[in-house]
């Protein structure tokens, strides 16, 4: 494949920026188109809340970023860093080993300069529409709007790095939810507690996110009821707070408010906040029905990147959860770019099809939901197959803490094992 190949990256995020930095290398030309005003992605914190705080209005203002305030990683720096560029080797204002989100704004944007991916950023410049334009696919319009001016271009190749934890996702199964006519949110549009104060507030959802949030409206809130289905949280009072309980499910909602959950207990709260992860979606994207988003499965996508009847020239980078972002994401982006460049092929569209299909039919079997499509459930056997497509090489202390970091959570939980974490390889959290 020829060198010259003009590429467009959609979005300055994680994947945006790390893309395009292993596309540069490999002499592509490269295009990162952002909406924003600004790079980093989710790590860009915004205090704005959206029109909808629900997040199911089409309509409404939305607004890219889902953290609250006080939102500090839930991995490692080691864990969060790229091959020559490591974040426990930098300290910009917050020393700890799993600081703040300020801590990687600043690392992205440093990582940006360094590798002068900064300077190939169209900000402001919204993609509306990405389309294969001829039958060999190997030509896309991308058109884009920047304030207001509408462009329209071609491209060899399109990266697509548009984030997918910025649409809520809401389960709205329980009974009666549609009858509620008290506030409701769901955690996209949570930045602080304070307007939960003296509340009975219901969280559903027992994530990270959804754990981190409750503690913290816990701390001005009358109650805190958490519900989840996660057989693995243990029910009751909470040993920490005591204005805080874990139920079951929500069996259902009464008309006059009344939320009854799996357990018999029931309670009229103020709030009830949604912390139920978020959707996949590529709204301008069309390809004629090769690529399909569903919920949370997008596809057909072999390894989760590129879908067999557009690859190499369109592909997703960052698609998977429950995974280590950072790392991941690094190694699908150099797999893509050496893809694309010629130094790697890839199988045939037959065999890379069959694999996704086998996939989806193993998962049928054992009866697997298709949300879990890209869940990898912290395995690092992925990321080292990635990895050796390119020949990179993730460090064997990386690997190690990665698989310390799954078993640790195993063992004690997230809480715990970040303050295992901290004490084990530092003394400064
Ligand atoms: C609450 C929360 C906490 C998290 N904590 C951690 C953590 O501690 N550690 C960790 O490693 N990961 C964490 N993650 C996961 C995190 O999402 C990834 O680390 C990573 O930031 C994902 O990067 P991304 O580039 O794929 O997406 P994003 O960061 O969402 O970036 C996508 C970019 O695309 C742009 N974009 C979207 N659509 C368009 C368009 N049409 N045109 C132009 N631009 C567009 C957006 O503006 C944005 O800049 C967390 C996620 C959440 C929601």
Not at 98 to 101: A, I, K, R
């Given at each position: 494949m020829t060198n010259s190949l003009k590429v467009a990256v959609i979005g300055a995020g994680v994947a945006g920026l790390t893309a395009a930095r292993e596309l540069q290398r490999e002499s592509l030309q490269v295009v990162v188109f952002e909406k924003?005003?600004?790079?980093?992605?989710?790590?860009?914190?915004?205090?704005r809340l959206e029109s909808d705080l629900l997040g199911v209005d089409p309509k409404r203002d939305v607004v890219h970023s889902s953290l609250y305030k006080s939102l500090k990683t839930n991995l490692p720096r080691e864990l969060m860093s790229f091959t020559n560029f490591k974040f426990c080797e930098k300290v910009y204002s917050d020393p700890r080993m799993?600081?703040?989100?300020e801590e990687v704004l600043m690392f992205l944007r440093d990582f940006a300069s360094h590798f002068e991916v900064t300077k190939l950023i169209r900000f402001n410049t919204m993609v509306t529409r990405v389309e294969v334009v001829d039958s060999s696919n190997t030509k896309f319009v991308v058109e884009s709007n920047t304030n207001g001016v509408n462009s329209v271009e071609l491209f060899d190749a399109v990266v697509v790095c548009n984030g997918h934890n910025s649409e809520p996702r809401l389960p709205?199964?329980?009974?009666?939810?549609?009858?509620?006519s008290r506030k409701q949110m769901h955690s996209h549009n949570y930045r602080v507690p304070e307007p939960f104060r003296d509340e009975i507030v219901v969280v559903i959802g027992s994530g990270p996110s959804g754990v981190d949030i409750a503690k913290e409206i816990a701390m001005v809130a009358k109650e805190v009821h958490m519900s989840s289905r996660s057989s693995l949280v243990k029910l009751g009072k909470s040993d920490k707070f005591n204005n805080m309980w874990h139920h079951p499910e929500i069996k259902c909602i009464s008309r006059d408010g009344l939320i009854i959950f799996q357990d018999g207990f029931s309670i009229y709260a103020d709030t009830i906040l949604h912390c139920t992860g978020y959707k996949i979606q590529v709204p301008f994207l069309n390809t004629n029905g090769i690529v399909r988003v569903e919920d949370k499965r997008i596809g057909p996508l072999y390894k989760h990147v590129f879908p067999p009847q557009l690859a190499p020239r369109l592909s997703f980078v960052g698609i998977p959860d429950q995974s280590f972002p950072f790392l991941i994401i690094e190694c699908q982006s150099r797999w893509i770019a050496h893809t694309l460049s010629g130094k790697v092929s890839l199988p045939s569209e037959d065999e890379m099809l069959s694999e996704v299909v086998k996939r989806y039919e193993e998962m049928k079997e054992k009866g697997l939901p298709e949300k879990t499509t890209h869940q990898l459930r912290f395995q690092l056997d992925y990321m080292e197959w990635m990895g050796a497509q390119t020949g990179m090489v993730v460090e064997k202390s990386i690997k190690d803490m990665a698989a310390n970091f799954i078993q640790c959570i195993m063992t004690v939980g997230l809480d715990g094992c970040i303050d295992m974490f901290s004490q084990m390889y530092r003394s400064d959290h």
């Open positions: 924003s005003h600004q790079l980093g992605g989710i790590w860009a914190y915004d205090s799993f600081p703040g989100h709205m199964d329980i009974p009666g939810i549609e009858t509620w």
